[in-house]
T-cell receptor, first 117, second 116 residues
């Protein structure tokens, strides 16, 4: 178990630029989540994948945001035309859905901290 | 929609003391999990303990235990014999079971400092 890996750890960019983050989940995990955490707050759900299918998106995910999970493995989160308000920590988590009512807990990566100048 | 409230933004105790962190939540669901996650400074979020709503018995994990009051929608975390390594942000989280994303809904967090 190598854990959830996120790259880069930090990203500094100018307003208006596009950025892309990558998340590599724990290998056997079929569920992948993206959350956003602003300073001093708890994480907020952005989107969720079951295998390669994106099954739910939060209203927080404006049309400038897009996420993919090709082949149900790693995932990318892209933000186009970044704004000051996008500055946050972007967390990825993965879990194993075992069916039925119970599921394994979500395991989090270290996050990507985005700073918009 | 579910909401989670942590009313203590910061807490501080001496090493070896016992500390209790509060959490309340609001939901109309009957099947759910509750979690406490720990986020040390500049480190990843780690699961501390979880409670299934259908279980009446409170969960325990070594020095960590919860007081789950379903009717009151309260879910507090007790840390016994606190250690310096317990210093972190602690987040209470709710997860609805059944169909759908089973996403986590987090509280605002409590910053816990253990002093030597």
């Amino acid at each position: 178990d190598t854990g959830v890996s996120q790259n880069p750890r930090h990203k500094i960019t100018k307003r208006g630029q596009n950025v892309t983050f990558r998340c590599d989940p724990i290998s056997e995990h079929n569920r992948l989540y993206w959350y956003r955490q602003t300073l001093g707050q708890g994480p907020e759900f952005l989107t969720y994948f079951q295998n390669e299918a994106q099954l739910e998106k939060s209203r927080l995910l404006s049309d400038r945001f897009s996420a993919e999970r090709p082949k149900g493995s790693f995932s990318t989160l892209e933000i186009q035309r970044t704004e000051q308000g996008d500055s946050a920590m972007y967390l990825c988590a993965s879990s194993l859905a075992t069916g039925g009512i119970g599921n394994q807990p979500q395991h989090f990566g270290d996050g990507t901290r985005l700073s918009i100048l | 929609a579910q909401t989670v409230t942590q009313s203590q933004p910061e807490m501080s105790v001496q090493e070896a003391e016992t500390v209790t962190l509060s959490c309340t939540y609001d939901t109309s669901e009957n099947n759910y999990y509750l979690f406490w996650y720990k986020q040390p400074p500049s480190r990843q979020m780690i699961l501390v303990i979880r409670q299934e709503a259908y279980k009446q018995q409170n969960a325990t994990e070594n020095r960590f235990s919860v007081n789950f009051q379903k009717a009151a929608k309260s879910f507090s975390l007790k840390i016994s014999d606190s250690q310096l390594g317990d210093t972190a942000m602690y987040f209470c989280a709710f997860m609805k079971l059944g169909g759908g994303a089973q996403k986590l809904v987090f509280g605002q967090g409590t910053r816990l400092t253990i002093n030597p």
